[in-house]
């Protein structure tokens, strides 16, 4: 078999990488001028099998989630998986302390002296918050590179500024895409364009129905270790990507002046939350339009022909890893991959 794969965000990018090594020709194509030219480079990167919100068939991949993470840095040079583990609270401390309030599984409901202990420069530690140890965070930017170049080096060919116009079906058992410099074909197309997903399928698959959902994320240096864990608060979520540059989840409101008011807002709650923060800089912020299927993520074939194989879905830092696995796994041995059985596209008859 041989593949080719649209769009090197933190999905094709693992789908890529996993087919190389199984030794299949692989080429991607990605409209922008490098890796992670989509919303993978605007992520917080949350890595974590906890969270309660794990639609349809992401709670059958949530188990695996770790595990893949801890492979891929074993597999590739250079990538780091931050081990911070991750604290999290509401706010409204009768509703942290709900006995009833479930907690995931590896999560411990902690009080003030040891979320002070965790985390020494917060101001006010609140009374109670959710720790959950196993948390982790990667640099979305630095992964998909990662799994680019590793790709590149099992035989991956990699076309920037190339943009898929449309999926087509041509030459025999081949199948094609269009692009401004003419076809491509491959034995198998995997669309893994992020919420450019539903434009190009939708002459094929009209029941994709992937919304672009926007989330804005800001980039601020810092004193090395201001930050230590993932900081999950109801007025905003930060965490260390890098030594001296934290990600700040700045809540995402319409229109340039009130996202520029509700950023600057978030950057002063920050700096009153956290001591030795005055020399804190709020590099920037960005809106990214993150692909959001209604039901859970979406994986497999598109058509009843089988010309597309789509993977779309939210969480895709999570995720990439398992999924990447998964789909190389099914596409080179033509057996279905069991984990991916409630995460198939409705097909049109
Ligand atoms: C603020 C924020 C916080 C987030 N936090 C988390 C988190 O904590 N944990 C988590 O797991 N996820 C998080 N996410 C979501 C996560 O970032 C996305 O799920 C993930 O990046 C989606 O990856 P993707 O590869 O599907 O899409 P993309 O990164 O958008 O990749 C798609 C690629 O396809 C290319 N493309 C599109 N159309 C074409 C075409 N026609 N031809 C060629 N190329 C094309 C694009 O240029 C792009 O590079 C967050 C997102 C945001 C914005």
Not at 183 to 206: D, F, H, Y
Request: glycine share 8%; aromatic share 4%.
């Amino acid at each position: 078999m041989s593949a080719l794969v649209i769009g090197a965000g933190i999905v094709g990018s693992s789908v890529a990488y996993h087919l190389a090594r199984r030794g299949v020709p692989v080429t991607l194509l990605e409209q922008g001028p490098a890796p992670a030219a989509g919303v993978t480079r605007d992520s917080f990167a949350w890595i974590g099998d906890s969270k309660a919100d794990w639609p349809g068939g992401a709670r059958d991949l949530r188990e695996y989630v770790l595990a893949d993470h801890h492979r891929l840095e074993a597999e590739l040079p250079h990538t780091t998986l931050r081990r911070t583990g991750s604290l999290s609270w509401t706010g409204t401390p009768a509703e942290d302390a709900r006995p009833g309030l479930e907690l995931g599984p590896g999560q411990f409901r902690i009080g003030r002296s040891d979320i002070a202990a965790l985390e020494p420069n917060l101001r006010h530690p609140p009374e109670q918050a959710i720790h959950t140890p196993s948390d982790a965070g990667v640099d979305p930017i630095a992964l998909t590179r990662a799994l680019v170049a590793a790709a590149v080096a099992h035989g991956t060919r990699v076309l920037y500024n190339t943009s898929v116009t449309s999926l087509q079906v041509t030459k025999g058992r081949s199948k094609g895409v269009l692009t401004p410099a003419g076809p491509r074909t491959a034995s198998t197309v995997v669309l893994t364009a992020g919420i450019g997903v539903s434009q190009l399928c939708e002459p094929l698959s009209p029941h994709l129905d992937v919304a672009a959902s926007p989330a804005t994320l800001a980039r601020i240096t810092a004193p090395p270790g201001l930050v230590k864990a993932i900081v999950a608060r109801p007025d905003f979520e930060v965490r260390e990507v890098q030594e001296g540059e934290l990600l700040l989840v700045v809540p995402h409101v319409e229109g340039s002046a009130a996202l520029a008011r509700s950023a600057q807002l978030a950057f002063q709650r920050l700096k009153m939350a956290f001591r030795g923060s005055e020399q804190c800089r709020l590099l920037g912020y960005r809106t990214g339009r993150r692909p959001m299927p209604a039901h859970g993520p979406v994986i497999g074939y598109a058509t009843r022909d089988r010309s597309v194989y789509v993977a779309v879905m939210h969480s895709a830092i999570c995720l990439a890893p398992t999924v990447g696995r998964l789909i190389a796994d099914e596409l080179t041995t033509d057996r279905p991959a069991p984990e991916l059985k409630r995460c198939r596209p409705s097909v049109a008859r």
